[in-house]
């Protein structure tokens, strides 16, 4: 189970590799069904990004895709990526 960051309204949800590609496949969750116009073009290539760095044997950790889910209805609004750690300092 990937990592999940809950709030009262939301549900920051980190994608697992089967999701992520059944996602690239148009094929949603059932019970996460996606708002109107999700995914979008930018969901989608970021996503592309991320399965091929696991199919090139990267290990996401905490990083990665993350869906963003209504609580009240387990809709999934949105999304956000976290490519990886930014080093501080320019290094």
Known sequence: MGNRIRSERLCLRQLEVEE????????????????AGYPM??????????????????DPGVYGVYQLVRSSDAVVVGDI???????????
Not at 20 to 35: H, I, S, V
Not at 47 to 55: H, K, P, T
């Open 20 to 35: 992520a590609r059944a996602l690239l496949q148009g094929k949603g969750d059932p019970e996460r069904p996606w708002m």
């Open 41 to 58: 073009q930018g969901t989608l290539i970021a996503v592309e990004a991320f399965v091929r760095a696991l199919d090139n044997g990267a």
């Open 81 to 91: 990526g976290f490519h990886g750690r930014r080093a501080l300092g320019g290094r």
